[in-house]
């Protein structure tokens, strides 16, 4: 089983998530995530509902957005 930890994220993103007691990602969080905090690819993410698919989504927006930009960098 992998941890948020292995994804090396910025201090930050990753002390918020042990914060909220996130340890462990969820199927999907552990599919996509590698995928998303990657160069960059398409990605559709199917599963059900409550399974962490916003957190698999949200986390790598949080990785990539440069606080030092004040411009448009996301948009959900």
């Known amino acids: 089983m992998k941890h948020f930890t292995d994804f090396n994220l910025r201090e930050p993103l990753a002390?918020?998530?042990?914060?909220?007691?996130?340890?462990?990602?969820?199927?999907?969080?552990?599919?996509?995530?590698?995928?998303?905090?990657?160069?960059?690819?398409?990605?559709?993410?199917?599963?059900?509902?409550?399974?962490?698919?916003?957190?698999?989504f949200a986390i790598p927006v949080l990785e990539k957005l440069d606080c030092g930009l004040k411009r448009v960098q996301a948009l959900v």
């Open 15 to 56: 002390r918020a998530l042990a914060e909220q007691g996130f340890t462990a990602p969820t199927p999907i969080q552990e599919q996509a995530l590698p995928i998303l905090l990657g160069a960059g690819s398409d990605f559709i993410g199917l599963a059900a509902t409550g399974t962490g698919k916003t957190a698999a």
